[in-house]
């Protein structure tokens, strides 16, 4: 009886996940790709590549930086500053399933007013927090780390459509909350 219990449930869990992932795809904004949460960069100077995909080519991509607390979120309410503003591409990659993103890039150095110094180890001592907006907002911003990307990688190989990984954790999300975290903790040497 368990097992035709379990049958009834599936269905209504299927729905619920299409459901969520269709909800998921209605807000998604776009995904910093690059770089990505926890890197590492040789100076405070060096050029850092951004990618940014988006499902909207008509909004501009805003990157902001600021000092880092030692857990990632701007240091003392430090205030953004802009590093630059990227128009999407206006052709998109197509996935087999007919679902469209665009791309957004550049390369650039941080201003100097986004790092601050905090002792680590391994000399990578300066610290910073960067952000994306997409038509003044965060709120459908994802991040990844390392090992994010790699799931969002694997999730899009097998089954071909670029949205597959939202319900698959693959993004960052706060340990103690679950919400999403919107920002990326980078780290350099002097």
């Known amino acids: 009886m368990l097992t035709s219990t379990h049958n009834k449930i599936r269905p209504t869990a299927k729905l619920i996940k299409a459901s969520i992932t269709v909800v998921a795809l209605t807000t998604l904004s776009g995904c910093l790709i690059s770089p990505y949460y926890g890197q590492k960069f040789s100076s405070r100077s060096a050029e850092i590549p951004f990618t940014v995909y988006t499902a909207d080519k008509n909004k501009s991509i805003t990157i902001e930086c600021a000092m880092a607390s030692a857990h990632g979120g701007p240091y003392n309410s430090s205030p953004y500053q802009l590093v630059a503003t990227v128009q999407p591409a206006t052709q998109g990659m197509l996935d087999p399933g007919g679902r469209i993103i665009y791309s957004a890039s550049t390369e650039q150095a941080l201003p ?76 350099a040497k002097a």
């Open 112 to 187: 100097t007013e986004c790092y601050r110094y905090y002792n680590y180890s391994d000399e990578y001592d300066y610290i910073t927090v960067v952000r994306v907006l997409q038509d003044g907002s965060d709120e459908a911003i994802y991040t990844f780390d390392k090992t994010g990307l790699e799931c969002v990688s694997e999730w899009i190989g097998k089954s071909r459509n670029w949205f597959s990984w939202l319900s698959k954790g693959c993004h960052q999300v706060y340990s103690n909350t679950g919400g999403t975290i919107r920002t990326v903790f980078l780290r």
